[in-house]
């Protein structure tokens, strides 16, 4: 939604930076699958860059990664939270220190209405983790729809997750190609947070 947002107002994406675990297999916060991110990558048309490193490098990584974006010319990152104070400062800060600007386009935006015009917009979005004591693992692999949202709102649950009880994988919508395809495989339980293995459809 950030991404659609940022570009509706003039913004030419060069690429989607992601920092994977430390064996570069699977994405640092979502547990996403590689091959996940790069077809999601090529549905939507941006290049995606990669860079492998565990919690204790993640900052330093992250920051070397922005400054050889901002010397292949790149001038701004954009972030997807919402009005975590502490989020917004770890990006004007990341960023500042590679030479750039932090941008948010969702930034205090109602969280019901940004997910009505979401759903609205024709994206789908699928729960591939979630917080174990706040959700448990039975909302893996549901569909974010009006229902569930409504769901989320009468237990207490951040509608946007963007507390961290939940993350999702977009797989559909008007920056997309193609609808992504994938196959769901395996549930775990890691650190605290139940993630959903999925893979590309053949």
Do not use: N
């Amino acid at each position: 939604m950030a991404l659609y947002r940022a570009t509706r107002l003039g913004a030419r994406p060069a690429c989607l930076l992601t920092i994977l675990q430390e064996d570069g297999k699977r994405s640092r916060s979502h547990g996403l699958a590689k091959e996940v991110l790069q077809a999601q990558a090529q549905s939507v048309g941006i290049p995606l860059v990669t860079r492998a490193a565990s919690w204790d490098e993640y900052e330093s990584t992250f920051i070397a990664a922005l400054k050889a974006l901002k010397a292949q010319g790149v001038q701004a990152g954009v972030f997807g939270d919402i009005d975590l104070e502490d989020h917004l400062l770890w990006e004007e800060t990341t960023c500042a220190a590679a030479g750039m600007e932090a941008h948010l386009p969702l930034w205090k935006a109602p969280r019901l209405e940004l997910l009505d015009e979401f759903l609205a917009l024709g994206f789908k979005a699928t729960i591939i983790a979630t917080l174990d004591d706040k959700m448990g693992r039975g909302y893996l692999g549901r569909t974010l729809d009006t229902e569930l949202i409504q769901e989320f709102t009468r237990i207490g649950i951040d509608p946007c997750g963007e507390e961290g009880e939940y993350h999702t994988v977009a797989t559909e919508g008007p920056i997309f190609a193609e609808p992504l395809r994938l196959t769901m495989g395996e549930t775990a339980l890691r650190s605290g947070y139940w993630f959903l293995d999925l893979e590309v459809a053949c």
